[in-house]
């Protein structure tokens, strides 16, 4: 599942919620790291949410080593903010 699932819902989408709430920020947890949580917070930043991820609240399984550090290292870089639940 991700939040934002194609290019078309996500602008509409986006354009929705920046117009009916005050929504900026966005929190994510769940599984996968490299899947679903990665999807979801690269589109959410794409969409021009700050967009965190709270680290300790989140779980990758890894089925090629590395894959969890490639894909956080790649979220970091497009602005995508990590930070632990105890804040």
């Known amino acids: ?3 934002f699932n194609d ?3 996500t602008e509409i989408y986006t354009l929705s919620l920046h117009d009916a709430l005050p929504i900026y ?3 994510f947890t ?3 790291t490299e ?3 990665k999807a979801s917070a690269m589109d959410a930043v794409r ?3 700050k967009t965190y991820v709270i ?3 989140v779980r990758g399984i890894d089925i090629h080593p590395g894959d969890i550090e490639k894909a956080i290292s790649e979220m970091k870089t497009a602005g995508i903010l990590f930070i632990q639940n105890t804040r």
């Open 7 to 9: 290019t078309a819902t």
């Open 25 to 27: 920020k966005l929190y």
């Open 30 to 32: 769940g599984l996968a």
């Open 1 to 3: 599942f991700f939040f």
């Open 47 to 49: 969409g021009g949410f």
């Open 35 to 37: 899947y679903c949580v």
């Open 55 to 57: 680290e300790d609240a």
